[in-house]
């Protein structure tokens, strides 16, 4: 009797409190209903077949196993895009939503202290086995394991464990409470624990399983691949998740190929020639004078801008806040003043960049001329450790548009600098205990095509630039000990902010070797803000607290602002067809793995049927 | 007394003979007008002006710094004669400036261009182009040669007293001490160059003189070989036995009677080592391991080229002037080595067979050194 009136009120408790759904946002209500069709930016009925040549995308220009997940070789290209899936996935037209994949419902604890995930019953691996909520446990606990790429522990460090609740239910229980830790466990990869168990019997530890054939539930197996050059995957014709909502109208190739180029110019070289099919640039010198020749001309390839949404995440140069020079807010701003980006975006790539103006840019936390109440009233417990000028207007970031406004920048620059304390004598900038202002910067064997035209400037301050050439194992190592003056900085793109700055600009992590922190910012401020921005229940408190803490951290002049991109730029073989909707939140190679298709793969259709 | 004569008149005749070749004579006169002129650089290529009048006062940037202030302006440290408020104020009312031909240094940012992107293609403001940063082409061409022609001759120089004076050792000593020296040279040449040049770009930053020190260690070995064997030879000749017998000192001997008679294989390498050490250094540049920072060099604008090549300009020029250089040296090569065979009649018909035959001999030689 106790017992049922126990499960009474636990199922009570349970139904008042949670609900399973088909998809979870951060904010608000996922936009696709429970009984959608597919997205709106796929074609649903686009033709099945044909195939997609890509080039490396990553990095890696040769690879030695097919196990992305362990520390050890090289991982092939495309594993984890094609062969893994994952719980859940993002749609590419909402902020932050993820629908079940893997999984059929997810429920979310009110106190968002745990997730749960109820797989699909259909779901299986490549090798006909179902998957179980044991292998999602399995796969959790091998990748925060020591058996993995210490990436992968990182990324998964915020959550606890997983529970097995039955067989096909799955809870992770995080450290933390918080909305966006659902996002993290909903992108777990599920593999088989059977991947690495040979014919024998026996078992591979994970950390050595590399050319073992991955079982993994994904849509493509690997059909062939030759180390160091190419690798080829087939579509699973038997795919159990080929008419489940999230996946109709995508994965429509029939083979993806990748080739793979050890040098960038010979990549190039190899799309004019028409060796594979699409390439997203990020280059301007390469997007504006190399994509020229005969089948530019003919049509064959075409190029393209896509625009998108991505908002672009805080990218540049920081200085050491830890070297007593850069510490007095005046130097720093004189510094930021000495910058002429608009020389370096038009004599360098040609006019096709924008300037990061704000640590939201684009978005709607980023904060506009002067503060507004709500704002204001999350700043005003502060008022005593904030410079005034974060309550007035939002920071203008210096512009030498019209041309030659560059002098005017260096005569303030100079102004800030010598309200700091630094005069120019005896042939260096010095301050009132004769120290010359020397910053140390890292060499190139080369001209440095960036950033010439700054040292110059810094020059014409009487600041001493020392270039320094080191090996990336050295300069990877003093930036871990934050032994430097100036480096460049970026944080990671994300569509709603969270732990990334926390991780990047909390005061404890500034005096930790090996932090994210590495310009050393250390205010109570930024950190509560921070915090407060972690735990915002609703998309506009979001805004609010994002708009105070942009002002906090602009006024902060921490970071020398670069550059983004809003288009993605892409050269693409005319045989392939794109759905007429665009996403708005996309990574372009991964858009066109996802929902384009071969033309060419209608009329073998045909032909086939008239056979 | 008489082989000091006997040098100076074969001095002279191989000077007659050289001169005969015309190809190789005129190589030799337009190379070494090239070099003196970028030794002038300075004055030809500058982003100083040579003489500004300003105020009823002279000045002479290009051998004096001035600070901005000196010119009405307001930086205390440093004065951009392209900044258009400096351009004005020495060159408004009575005031004048005379640039150098070509107003760029190698390291020239022209900030206030009116070009498009970098690198922008020959145009009146930059008659070659400019490289990837912006740099003036033709200025970075100028002082590259400059740079690889000086490097070239000083590890010529070095590498060929070094390897002149080992070789002399060993050939007339002969025995043991040449017996120990070949083994010591075998394991000597057994380091892998390379390698140790990456090493060492790793472990120092990379300098000129860096690069000098680490090829003049191996540039010595091929020489030291051939000015081996003819001591080996000629140490036996009557004349030496004649002043041997005459109670001369062996220093003497070596530097007053053998030296001469051995240096035929020195003086025709001399221009095949200068542009084998001039495409050491760009080959080098080319990879990353050589000079640093904004110096200029052919194979840093090699790479640039390579990686560029829509930017023709930067690969053309630079191809152009590395090639003239090499064919200028080879042509030189070509009529000393001529110059000083006496057994060939006629040398201009023989050239061609005899460039090629030392040079696969040449290759063997070092390889396996006897």
């Known amino acids: ?611 | 007394m008489t082989s000091i004569n006997t040098e100076k008149t074969s001095g002279a005749k191989l000077w007659r003979k050289f001169k005969h070749n015309r190809l190789g004579y005129w190589s030799f006169i337009i190379f070494i007008s090239l070099y003196i002129f970028s030794l002038a650089g300075e004055i030809v290529s500058n982003d100083k002006p040579l003489i500004v009048h300003y105020d009823n006062n002279w000045y002479f940037p290009f051998l004096h710094h001035y600070p901005e202030t000196t010119f009405g302006g307001v930086f205390p440290a440093y004065t951009d004669y392209y900044d258009p408020f400096v351009k004005e104020q020495i060159t408004k009312g009575k005031n004048f400036a005379i640039y150098p031909i070509n107003p760029y240094y190698y390291d020239t940012l022209n900030y206030f261009s009116a070009d498009g992107h970098f690198p922008a293609p020959p145009s009146r403001d930059h008659v070659l182009g400019t490289d990837t940063a912006g740099y003036d082409l033709a200025a970075r061409l100028l002082y590259g040669f400059r740079i690889s022609v000086t490097f070239a001759f000083a590890l010529t120089l070095f590498g060929t007293i070094l390897g002149v004076f080992i070789g002399a050792i060993q050939g007339y000593y002969a025995g043991k001490v040449d017996f120990f020296g070949q083994r010591l040279i075998e394991i000597w040449n057994a380091i892998p160059e390379l390698y140790l040049l990456i090493i060492f770009a790793s472990i120092f930053s990379p300098s000129l003189s860096l690069l000098f020190v680490l090829l003049s260690l191996f540039s010595w070995v091929m020489l030291s070989d051939y000015v081996r064997v003819e001591f080996l030879r000629n140490r036996q000749l009557e004349y030496v036995k004649a002043a041997r017998a005459m109670g001369l000192p062996n220093r003497l001997i070596i530097w007053r009677h053998i030296l001469p008679n051995s240096l035929t294989p020195v003086i025709t390498f001399l221009p095949f080592r200068l542009s084998a050490a001039i495409m050491a250094l760009a080959s080098l540049d080319f990879l990353g391991l050589g000079v640093s920072n904004t110096g200029p060099s052919l194979g840093n604008l090699m790479s640039q080229g390579k990686a560029n090549l829509d930017a023709w300009w930067i690969s053309l020029f630079t191809f152009g002037v590395l090639m003239g250089t090499l064919l200028l040296l080879t042509f030189i090569g070509e009529a000393l080595r001529n110059a000083l065979d006496n057994r060939t009649p006629d040398p201009i018909k023989r050239t061609n067979e005899n460039l090629l035959t030392s040079k696969s001999e040449s290759r063997e030689l070092s390889g396996a050194p006897v």
């Open chain 1, 1 to 611: 009797m106790k017992l049922i009136s126990t499960c009474a009120v636990f199922f009570l408790l349970l139904a008042q409190n949670t609900y399973a759904e088909h998809g979870f946002a951060q904010f608000g209500k996922p936009k696709y209903r429970a009984d959608f069709q597919h997205f709106d930016y796929v074609n649903p009925d686009a033709p099945k077949g044909g195939e997609l040549n890509l080039s490396n995308t990553g990095i890696n220009s040769s690879f030695d196993k097919f196990n992305p997940f362990n520390l050890k070789g090289r991982p092939a290209p495309g594993l984890l895009e094609l062969v893994f899936e994952t719980l859940a996935i993002y749609s590419l037209d909402e902020p932050n939503t993820h629908y079940g994949l893997l999984a059929e419902d997810i429920s979310v604890a009110p106190d968002f202290s745990w997730v749960e995930y109820r797989l699909h019953k259909h779901a299986q691996f490549s090798n006909h086995d179902p998957v179980l909520a044991a292998d999602v446990k399995y796969s959790f606990d091998t990748l925060t394991s020591t058996k993995a790429s210490p990436t992968f522990v990182a990324y998964f460090s915020e959550i606890e464990r997983v529970d097995i609740i039955d067989e096909r239910t799955v809870r992770f229980i995080f450290k933390r409470k918080s909305r966006d830790l659902v996002f993290i466990a909903g992108s777990l990869p599920v593999f088989s624990p059977n991947w690495g168990l040979t014919a024998s019997g026996e078992r591979i530890s994970f950390e050595n399983i590399s050319t073992e054939s991955p079982i993994g539930s994904g849509p493509y197996q690997i059909e062939k691949a030759i180390q160091k050059r190419t690798i080829s995957y087939k579509r699973n014709e038997n795919y159990w998740g080929k008419d489940l909502a999230v996946r109709r109208g995508t994965l429509n190739f029939g083979h993806i190929n990748y080739k793979l180029y050890k040098d960038r110019d010979t990549q190039v070289s190899a799309l004019r020639s028409g060796d594979y099919d699409v390439f997203s640039e990020n280059q301007m010198r390469y997007w504006c004078c190399q994509y020229i020749g005969n089948r530019f001309d003919s049509g064959e390839l075409k190029k393209e801008l896509f625009p998108h949404k991505n908002p672009p995440a805080m990218t540049g140069y920081a200085y050491n806040l830890r070297k007593e020079k850069f510490k007095d807010v005046r130097v720093r701003k004189a510094l930021i003043y000495a910058f002429d980006f608009q020389w370096v975006n038009q004599k360098i790539f040609d006019n096709y960049f924008g300037r990061v103006y704000s640590y939201f840019s684009l978005t709607a936390l980023e904060a506009k001329g002067l503060p507004s109440e709500a704002e204001l009233k999350l700043l005003e417990p502060y008022r005593n450790q904030l410079d005034p000028a974060v309550f007035g207007d939002f920071v203008k970031l210096p512009t030498t548009t019209p041309a030659g406004n560059v002098r005017a920048n260096l005569i303030e620059a100079k102004k800030l600098l010598a309200e700091a304390g630094w005069i120019y004598r005896d042939g260096a900038l010095r301050n009132a205990s004769n120290e010359p202002f020397t910053i140390e910067v890292s060499g190139s064997r080369g001209p440095n095509m960036l950033l010439d035209a700054y040292y110059l400037n810094l020059k014409k301050l009487g600041i001493i630039v020392q270039e320094k050439t080191s090996d990336p194992a050295t300069s990877r190592n003093r930036l871990k000990n934050f032994d430097y003056d100036f480096t460049n900085f970026a944080l990671r793109e994300a569509r709603i902010p969270s732990s990334e700055l926390w991780r990047s600009f909390n005061s404890e992590a500034a005096s930790k070797p090996g932090s994210d922190n590495i310009i050393g910012v250390k205010s109570p401020v930024i950190d509560a803000l921070i915090k407060k921005l972690m735990d915002a229940e609703s998309q506009s408190e979001a805004e609010t607290i994002g708009k105070a803490l942009d002002r906090v951290l602009m006024h902060g002049w921490y970071i020398q602002p670069w550059r983004y991109l809003s288009d993605h730029y892409v050269v693409y073989n005319s045989r392939l067809h794109r759905p007429k909707t665009l996403p708005l939140y996309y990574n372009a190679n991964e858009w066109m793995i996802a929902t384009w298709w071969d033309s060419k793969a209608i009329s073998t259709i045909n032909s086939l049927a008239k056979q």
